[in-house]
Antibody, heavy 121, light 106 residues
Framework: EVQLVETGGGLVQPGKSLKLTCATS????????MHWVRQSPEKRLEWIAR??????????DYVESVKGRFTISRDDSKSSVYLQMNSLKEEDTATYYC????????????WGQGVMVTVSS | DIQMTQSPSLLSASVGDRVTLSCKAS??????LTWYQQKLGEAPKLLIY???SLQTGIPSRFSGSGSGTDYTLTISNLQPEDVATYFC????????FGGGTKLELK
């Protein structure tokens, strides 16, 4: 059974940092392309980052609003993907989902349960 | 940037109805369109990809159609378990979601 479990969320002050972890199991993580997607309190979904696999040099891509502040990374030995979030802003408040890109396209076929991040003073 | 607009934002229908949800892109996205279903308190679930391909395990009452800028998700014979918010997403030139259509029962 495929599982994605996000941890590391919480309440943080503006300007501070937080690191999210997504631990996965049930599939060959090393060849999967992984993403982070967030959902605002207003329920709007926003794709924020992607990391490819080793054969694609672990290439990363980000939405413009988080470039330079967020970093996606992975550890294939731990079947985990991470999201380092720096210089957090109140507008980063959201539920953050870890997702797996399908092997046959550009869609997201498995999602974690989500982790809440609240940025507030 | 290509914008995705869904309509209506709220749809009320009865069990057994055929319902149609719309998703419009601000320019052609060449069928690079996915539909997700999100039930209350859950993560989104992949329903339809490439505009009209049914994801494995999804009931056949769900179908997708469209091309260019205009896409449709149709649910035939609406069931109580279909109450959810439905999001479209394009992946041509990056991933962008629509604002969602909340489907409720009359």
């Amino acid at each position: 059974e495929v599982q994605l479990v996000e941890t590391g969320g919480g309440l943080v002050q503006p300007g501070k940092s937080l690191k999210l972890t997504c631990a996965t199991s049930g599939f060959t993580f090393s060849t999967a392309w992984m993403h982070w997607v967030r959902q605002s309190p207003e329920k709007r979904l926003e794709w924020i980052a992607r990391i490819k696999d080793k054969s694609n040099n672990y290439a990363t891509d980000y939405v413009e609003s988080v470039k330079g502040r967020f970093t996606i990374s992975r550890d294939d030995s731990k079947s985990s993907v991470y999201l380092q979030m720096n210089s957090l802003k109140e507008e980063d408040t959201a539920t953050y989902y870890c997702t797996r890109q399908t092997y046959y396209g550009y869609n997201f076929d498995y999602w974690g349960q989500g982790v809440m991040v609240t940025v507030s003073s | 940037d290509i914008q995705m607009t869904q309509s209506p934002s709220l749809l009320s229908a009865s069990v057994g109805d055929r319902v149609t949800l719309s998703c419009k892109a601000s320019q052609s996205i060449y069928n690079s369109l996915t539909w997700y279903q999100q039930k209350l308190g859950e993560a989104p679930k992949l329903l339809i990809y490439d505009a009209n391909s049914l994801q494995t395990g999804i009931p056949s009452r769900f179908s997708g159609s469209g091309s260019g800028t205009d896409y449709t998700l149709t649910i035939s014979n609406l069931q109580p378990e279909d109450v959810a918010t439905y999001f479209c997403q394009k992946y041509y030139s990056g991933w962008t979601f629509g604002g969602g259509t909340k489907l409720e029962l009359k």
